[in-house]
């Protein structure tokens, strides 16, 4: 198990265990327009719990990232039906190429 560093806290700048924060919101990889606020930052900064906790409850509530969030909500699942569509179609296809296979014989 890796244990935290200690040093200087780059949010309250008092010597505490730090934790680097890796951000799982995919940016970083690539992964589209959205702004993460952690991604956005050049430097990843090293917080302690106190701070890394009091940053992601602003995040959280922050109305434009909510807002954010509920868009890519609404495109995934948008994105989900139209997949369940077209796999029901191509069902559908499927099925009738069989039948139309089976009457032809």
């Known amino acids: 198990m890796n244990q ?5 806290c780059d949010g309250c700048k008092q010597t505490r265990p730090l934790f680097l924060y890796e951000p799982d919101c995919g940016l970083h990889l690539d992964a589209g327009a959205f702004t993460c606020p ?3 930052i050049e430097k990843q900064p090293l917080l302690c719990v106190r701070c890394w906790g009091s940053r992601k409850e602003r995040e959280e509530n922050d109305p434009a990232l909510i807002a954010e969030a509920e868009t890519w909500e609404q495109i995934c699942a948008a994105n989900r039906r139209a ?6 179609d ?4 499927e099925g009738i190429a069989s039948a139309t296979g089976e009457r032809a014989s």
């Open 38 to 40: 952690w991604c956005s």
């Open 83 to 88: 997949i369940a569509r077209q796999e029901a």
């Open 90 to 93: 191509k069902a559908t296809c």
């Open 4 to 8: 935290p560093i200690e040093a200087r």
